[in-house]
């Protein structure tokens, strides 16, 4: 179990006539929380994008466990565990925060599991237990944020992919989400791929992070490592 | 006083019509952002199918069923052929191949059937009921008509409302690419949106039909009136298709029975311009605002 | 206006004068030449080469589809039926009122039609095109209209001067034909200058145009109201040729079809609207020929142009899922010089993965398309 959970390896993304990423080296250890930093378009939706099946990439591959992602359809790539928290969460407003939840863990198959799972997602985040049966149109931004984490882990994902789950919330909420990430992975074994904007924040619960620029990786350091190196800080994560 | 009710009776019947068209026309539009154009055609051709059952001497509930099946499997080829292809393209584009589609269908049922329309029976007797010595223009197959629509509503409102096939087809049709995300085969969901849709559409070919008969072109005014009555309900709403249906079925008796029954196309062309100047979204749809 | 340009519309007037005589003298001599028969299937392909102008012009350069055509058609037959029966006006006069009402026609649908767009356009012109003609069996208006049956007009008499023997096929192709000339003649103009410019821009991008300064709706309008007229002039022509304005004549099928010979013919072009024109006469007539030689049954004979409409309009559109707008005059082209169509990058069908690729790729003209899934994601 030495290799890592997810290897990607030269990876090219075009968004239409652009290149959105070029030769992209990731790897994401088991159990850890790796971050991916940069400023805004360096290319960090796009890499989350890629790897969960919404984006075809041009050249590269992405593996999963040893298995090969790299042209496999979304639908297949849910069925291997990797969930995605699409940016500012992508909750579907229109159904309640309990459908929310029960559409993440569906393609299971398994509905005492699925109904076992819902509970420990109140248990967790009980603002959602509270409005279970109201549409998610009404849940405020980090509600909203929650909703999509705890959608993702009905389906015990083994990887779990979060975009930017900072975008526009308040400090203290945050911290809280943050915190549960870590969770995540120090309790339940789960590993992270945090994609954020809001270096400070990532690098506080990361182990690893790496930083995009104009869609090319320009470091991939212990979390610490990147921290403590002024030249990066001030370059690329504006603090 | 008896008139009116008996319009408004009358109104009632064809409105529950309307609103099964509309309806098919709605569960199409919010799940792939189409107006099937086609809607009118495909009604028509399992309505011919389902009079070929009765004309080889097959029951009328025998006809019925093969007139949903045949509809079920109609709508699924119809999305998964035709109408992939232009999903998440220019409206004109699916404008068009509806209405290719719409004058395929046309034609070949002129080719296997003629161009003659020919007679449908009803399941049950077409003659009013008699109330304290009133007649009503409410017959027994009326009433047929109102309680299998309502039957295929309440059955499609629990499907989508209570299973979990309907809480994946309802998020595939709200947010496509998220639902992809929880891994709901949306491809599957687009191409059962459509079969169930056509399913609707076809037990409203069935009803209709020994009022307008079974041809070609006979339910071509279906369809306006269908997407009449999904406009009114906002074209978004399975209940406001409801509505609108129910809505405009009423109206279009009035008209028919105070003015003229030639007029009952204009009086949905009236209504629908109406609904389209004072909302053009629809009276019920959420207020959304035109695209800019 | 510089100079340039006023020499350059100089120079655009003079070749449009010059095609149009040259077709006149082409038709002249094919009228001539050709069968009563013969000549009663140009004089029909010159009324609907007028339609079919008319709404390209709507939905190639305007980019608003109507579906309600057939109905124009049919207030141009009717009008210049009521006139040559009650009134016994000249044919020029009968002509340019039946122009005249249904270009005021096209106003009125105009007004409305300018402030809906896509799908809900086409629903309430395809509404119109049903109801229209259900007013003719409309009680009040049956000894004015003739119900079912319509009217029956008298057949155009052909001058004195041309001799007593001159076949009537021939006079009515002869003013079917100058009908369509004229037609073309003033579209050409019309599209070439700024109208057809500022037409374009509005189709091409609403927001961008309106920012510009041009009044889009006020253009939509104006688009309807021309195109309708064109449509009239088609239906008075229909009336001088079939000697009938009856609803029969005036199906959805004939909306239909003026869509097909838009989009065959290669939308927004005026040339392809003569080759849509061609088609939608030439084609049942050889279709019953073939049925006639090869035995197929009356019921496939002449149900098979209209499934041949059908099945171009959806072959097509899947041929070209860019977009109809410039694919399309790509195709008509090709289809013209009879050559196989330009490679364009097509989608595989059942390629729902691709399309959210498929999107950010998408060009500038694929407007239409921002309102469909991908836009409700990204919320």
């Not at chain 1, 849910?78 to 992508?90: D, E, I, K, M």
């Not at chain 2, 109609?74 to 052929?81: K, N, P, Y």
């Not at chain 2, 209570?162 to 599957?188: C, H, N, S």
């Not at chain 3, 192709?173 to 037609?183: H, M, R, S």
């Amino acid at each position: 179990m030495t290799k890592a959970l997810l290897e990607v390896r030269g990876l090219d993304v075009d968004y239409g006539a652009v290149r959105a990423l070029r030769g992209v080296d990731l790897s994401v250890e088991r159990g850890s929380v790796t971050a991916v930093l940069g400023a805004n378009g360096a290319g960090k939706t796009t890499l989350l994008r890629a790897l969960s099946g919404l984006l075809r990439p041009a050249s590269g591959t992405i593996e999963l466990d040893g298995r090969d992602l790299t042209r496999a359809a979304v639908e297949r790539i849910v069925r291997l565990g990797v969930a995605h928290v699409p940016q500012s969460g992508g909750v579907i407003t229109e159904l309640t925060v309990a459908e929310n939840l029960r559409l993440g863990g569906l393609w299971r198959g398994d509905r005492a599991a699925l109904a076992r799972r819902i509970d420990e997602m109140y248990a967790l985040f009980p603002p959602l237990a509270e409005r279970r049966s109201l549409p998610a149109a009404t849940l405020s931004g980090g509600e909203r944020q929650m909703l999509a984490l705890a959608r993702a882990l009905t389906g015990s994902p083994r990887l779990l992919l979060v975009d930017e789950p900072s975008l526009g919330l308040a400090p203290r909420v945050v911290a809280r989400l943050m915190a549960v990430l870590r969770r995540l992975c120090d309790e339940d074994g789960r590993t992270v791929l945090l994609v954020e904007q809001n270096a400070r924040s990532a690098l506080s619960i990361a182990d690893r992070a790496i930083v995009l620029d104009l869609g090319a990786v320009v470091a991939a350091e212990p979390a610490a490592t990147i921290a403590a190196d002024d030249r990066l800080r001030h370059a690329y994560l504006g603090f | 006083m008896v008139r009116f009710i008996n319009l408004t009776l009358a109104g009632i019947t064809s409105g529950a019509v309307f609103a099964a068209v509309a309806l098919a026309l709605v569960l199409i539009w919010r799940a792939t952002r189409v107006v099937n154009f086609a809607q009118g055609a495909m009604l028509m051709i399992t309505t011919f199918i389902a009079w070929s059952v009765i004309d080889a001497g097959g029951s009328y509930w025998l006809a019925l069923g093969a007139a949903l099946a045949s509809g079920l499997v109609l709508g699924a080829v119809v999305e998964r052929v035709v109408v992939r292809p232009v999903e998440n393209k220019p409206h004109l584009n699916a404008v068009i191949v509806t209405l290719g589609l719409f004058v395929v269908l046309q034609a070949a049922a002129g080719m296997i059937w003629g161009d003659t329309p020919h007679s449908y029976p009803p399941a049950f007797t077409i003659r009013g009921l008699s109330v304290a010595g009133t007649w009503l223009l409410l017959s027994p197959f009326d009433l047929f008509v109102i309680g299998a629509v309502a039957a295929v509503m309440v059955a499609l409102t629990l499907l989508f409302v209570r299973t979990d096939l309907g809480l994946k087809l309802r998020a595939a049709a709200f947010a496509p690419e998220i639902a992809r995300l929880q891994g709901v085969r949306v491809g599957r969901m687009l191409t059962l949106g459509w079969a169930l849709a056509a399913l609707v559409g076809s037990l409203a070919g069935v009803l209709v039909a020994p009022s307008v008969f079974v041809g070609p072109t006979q339910f071509d005014a279906m369809l306006v009136f269908g997407f009449t009555a999904a406009v009114i309900g906002g074209l978004d709403s399975p209940a406001g298709a409801v509505v609108g249906g129910l809505l405009l079925g009423c109206a279009l008796s009035y008209v028919s029975g105070y003015v003229s029954s030639d007029l009952v196309t204009m009086g949905a062309l009236a209504a629908l311009i109406t609904v389209l100047m004072v909302r053009p979204n629809g009276l019920f749809a959420a207020s959304g605002g035109r695209r800019v | 206006m510089s100079i340039d340009s006023r020499a350059l519309f100089r120079l655009t007037l003079v070749r449009h004068t010059c095609g149009a005589v040259a077709a006149i003298a082409v038709l002249y001599v094919l009228t001539t030449t050709a069968g009563p028969y013969r000549d009663l299937q140009i004089a029909q392909a010159a009324y609907l080469t007028c339609a079919v102008a008319g709404l390209t012009v709507l939905t190639g350069l305007g980019g608003q589809i109507s579906l309600g055509h057939g109905a124009f058609m049919a207030v141009g037959a009717y009008t210049a039926a009521l006139l040559i029966i009650h009134q016994g006006w000249p044919l020029a006069a009968v002509l340019a009122a039946a122009t005249g009402a249904t270009a005021l026609t096209g106003a009125v649908v105009g007004a409305v039609a300018a402030r809906l767009e896509g799908p809900y356009l086409a629903g309430a012109t395809l509404a119109f095109a049903i109801g229209l003609p259900g007013l003719a069996n409309y009680e009040p208006l049956i000894d004015l209209l003739g119900g079912q049956n319509g009217l029956a007009v008298p057949p155009p008499v052909p001058p004195a001067g041309l001799g007593a023997a001159f076949p009537l096929e021939r006079w009515q192709a002869w003013i079917a034909c100058l009908g369509a000339v004229l037609t073309l003649f003033l579209l050409a103009n019309l599209t070439r200058g700024r109208f057809g410019r500022t037409l374009r821009a509005g189709r091409d991008d609403e927001i961008a145009a309106a920012l510009a300064g041009l009044r889009v709706a006020r253009l939509r309008i104006v688009a309807t109201v021309v195109s309708a007229a064109c449509a009239g002039l088609a239906g008075g022509l229909l009336a001088l040729v079939a000697t009938l304005a009856a609803p029969g004549a005036f199906p959805l099928a004939l909306s239909l079809q003026l869509i097909a010979a838009i989009i065959i013919g290669g939308l927004g072009s005026l040339a392809g609207a003569v080759w849509g024109a061609l088609i939608l006469v030439f084609v049942p007539t050889w279709a019953s020929d073939a049925a006639s030689t090869s035995g197929l049954s009356h019921n496939i004979a002449s149900n098979l142009p209209l499934a041949i409409y059908g099945l171009v309009l959806i072959a097509v559109t899947l041929a070209f899922p860019r977009g109809l707008q410039g694919g399309l005059r790509d195709l008509g082209g090709a289809l013209r010089r009879r050559l196989p169509p330009p490679r364009l990058p097509t989608n595989p069908p059942g390629g729902a993965d691709e399309a959210t690729t498929d999107d950010a790729g998408a060009r500038p003209d694929d407007r239409g398309g921002a309102g469909g899934r991908g836009e409700r994601v990204r919320r």
